[in-house]
């Protein structure tokens, strides 16, 4: 078959919602679109993990202990399934990591944001996993298979995820006033970033349209984003916390809430590696891969013994 023949059954398979596997044939673009959108996933999940582990050694009680620490280890498990998903188009994951650490790759933007109260342990379940959520409940459908049953499953934790910070600020906010003045000041500090992790506006985004029209994104950026908003102005009424934002408001005309702007260039610095954390989580995920070596050599060191033996 001619190359076009090619482009036209995967373009074929596109339309028909025919999932594209890794033996198939797809365009050098598509793949490397993936590569670097499901690294960018894969890096955030493993990154995201330092926030909250800042919080590990001081949770109030065993039981919010226990909650966080299998929060995180789920993390983990994401980083890893996506890695694999990205493996499947043909990169090595040292490789990609090594990108990150070199700021040749990117992670969520949301990671590099201090968590500075037992509060922000909570938000950040609620309105980072929150948002991740409304992103990847869509993804579900992204055009390639092992994306897509990826996310299937990431989902399904996720929701744990969410449920478990919003359960942790509603306890806080039947409290004692300072716990309740310290749930509104992490919400204030989350809820602007937590919109951000949708990427910048529609207009301004070199990748959607391409992405779109190959059905890795099945919604726009602004679309998800408002999905958000839309979706947190009732929680936050009855979690009794007000929203941050003096622009917040219902618009009948176009059945949605309308907001305020989000501060882009924020944003940008952030992405580009100027955020309040930036250097620290690279410095973190540098030291785990120096003092994590010895695992992964004992690990190659057990399978070469254990083929030996089956040889
Ligand atoms: N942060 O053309 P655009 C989690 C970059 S973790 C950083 O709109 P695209 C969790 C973008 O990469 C879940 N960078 O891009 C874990 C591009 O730069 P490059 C994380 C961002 O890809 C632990 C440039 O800006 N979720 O749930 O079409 C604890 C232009 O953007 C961001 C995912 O990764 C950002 N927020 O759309 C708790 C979802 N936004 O690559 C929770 C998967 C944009 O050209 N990813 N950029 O250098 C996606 O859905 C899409 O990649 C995005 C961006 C919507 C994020």
Redesign the pocket.
């Known amino acids: 078959m001619t190359e076009k023949e090619y482009e036209k059954v995967f373009l074929d398979k596109i339309d028909s919602e025919t999932k594209i596997e890794p033996r198939d044939w797809m365009p050098e673009k598509y793949r490397k679109n993936l590569v670097?959108?499901i690294g960018?996933?894969a890096h955030?999940?493993i990154v995201?993990?330092h926030p909250?582990a800042n919080w590990l050694t001081r949770a109030p009680s065993l039981k919010r202990k226990a909650i966080l620490m299998a929060k995180i280890q789920d993390?983990a498990g994401?980083g890893l399934y996506l890695y694999c998903a990205a493996e499947t188009l043909g990169v090595d994951r040292q490789d990609m990591i090594d990108a990150m650490l070199e700021g040749k790759m990117?992670?969520?933007?949301?990671?590099n944001y201090p968590t500075l109260s037992w509060a922000d342990v909570g938000t950040?379940g609620w309105l980072?996993?929150g948002a991740?959520i409304v992103?990847?409940v869509a993804?579900q459908r992204t055009s390639y298979g092992p994306y897509s049953r990826g996310m299937v499953r990431i989902c399904k934790e996720?929701s744990f995820?969410q449920r478990q910070g919003y359960e942790l600020l509603m306890e806080m906010m039947k409290g004692t006033e300072e716990q309740r003045e310290m749930v509104q000041d992490s919400v204030n500090r989350w809820w602007w970033p937590a919109l951000?992790?949708?990427?910048?506006n529609d207009t301004d985004?070199?990748?959607?349209a391409q992405?779109m029209a190959w059905k890795i994104?099945r919604f726009s950026?602004d679309e998800?984003r408002q999905k958000f908003v839309d979706n947190s102005v009732r929680q936050f009424e009855y979690l009794g916390v007000s929203i941050p934002d003096p622009d917040l408001k219902w618009n009948e005309e176009r059945g949605h809430y309308d907001f305020g702007e989000i501060n882009w260039d924020e944003f940008y610095q952030v992405?580009s590696g100027h955020g309040p954390c930036n250097r620290q989580r690279i410095e973190q995920r540098r030291r785990a891969q120096e003092d994590g070596a010895w695992v992964v050599e004992a690990a190659e060191a057990f399978a070469a013994k254990q083929s030996a033996k089956a040889a």
């Open positions: 670097r959108q960018q996933h955030s999940e995201g993990m909250e993390e994401h990117k992670y969520a933007s949301i990671f950040v980072v996993d991740a992103n990847q993804l996720e995820h951000m992790m949708f990427g910048p985004s070199p990748h959607s992405s994104k950026n998800l992405i």
